[in-house]
């Protein structure tokens, strides 16, 4: 009678076929699928009235998503390396302020200043971007070579950006903004930038040096170091590269406004962390990728919507969204145990 030896039976279980796991892009568009067919049927039975049936409303909700996205995916990368970013929503605040500044018609105060012209939509653009930048490249300057933690880094930022976007008009909002400027938040062009970005950054994570270096520092930035990585001037890359996608969010909430105001982008920096966490981004870094945070994005952008056209209240709204953050949180954790396990 033949004995099993352990040899044997390492060879049986790595020959043992294993299931394949779905990625995890496809079970959180399952969760899209679902939250919306959801309240779809409440719709019907409450309101008799099709939430997946009115383009308006879905164009709508895409839209305002569109600029928490664009944040969201800088976020993302910012959460890759182990940091966080809270600062997203206020410097979103100060690059409309100071672009919608730069972007104003000069039409209403000619008669006193024969000589002014408008500015080329681009000015504005370059300078807002470069705004955002900045904000970044403080945050992680902090975080890279003062050793300050990312959380209470981006704290002060957020604060001091919030600050700067009052003190800039003091606390006045800009408004009469060129047509040449507001068309870049005019119809769908905010859903393209949206996606171009994500594009962008979805090939940059998986087939460059970037992402690589982004992933390594996440998962071990001490043996990141050791490889040769200057782990240092990547954290700054990345928070720079997350503070200018926060100034275009900026740029292009100023521009769909047609204002600049100092409460633009309040919360927003919370909203984009949640898309990030909801599409699979892991807060113990090293694990993300843009397209899950893309579909995190219209899930968040989904569910207020459907409170929004069910006519749940605001503030009901906010505690359920909270309530997502700490559930999507556990689910991460879940997995990080697991991934240890295994």
Known sequence: MAIATNNDTQQMAATKP????????????????????????????VRGDSFLMNPQRLLIMILQMSIIGIIAI???????????????????????????SLAQSS????????????LPWIIPLAVGLLVG??????????????????????LGMMVSARGLARAYTDGQPVSMLTQEFTWIGSGANPVIIFLGVAVIFHIALKYTR?????????????????SGINVRRHLVMVYAIAGLLAGLAGVVASARAGTGQAGMGLMYELDAIAAAVIGGTSLAGGVGRVTGTVIGALILGVM?????????????????????????????????????LT
């Open 304 to 340: 207020l919507s459907g409170f929004t056209f069910l006519g749940v209240d605001a503030y009901y709204q906010d505690i359920v969204k909270g309530a997502i953050i700490v559930a999507a949180v556990i689910v991460d954790q879940y997995r990080q145990r697991k991934r240890k």
């Open 133 to 154: 930048a900045l904000a970044g490249v403080i945050n992680g300057s902090l975080i890279a070579f003062a050793m300050i933690p990312p959380f209470i880094a981006t």
């Open 74 to 100: 800088g976020v993302t990368q910012v959460i890759i390396t182990g940091g966080i970013d809270l600062s997203s929503g206020s410097v979103l605040a100060l690059t409309a302020m100071v672009t919608a």
């Open 210 to 226: 970037y992402g690589k270096y982004t992933y390594a520092i996440g998962a071990n930035p001490q043996a990141a170091r050791v």
């Open 18 to 45: 294993r299931k394949k796991k779905l990625p995890t892009e496809v079970s959180i568009l399952a969760v899209l699928i679902g939250i919306a067919l959801l309240f779809e049927i409440v719709g019907w039975i």
């Open 107 to 118: 039409d209403y105060v000619r008669a006193v200043y024969p000589a002014l012209t408008d």
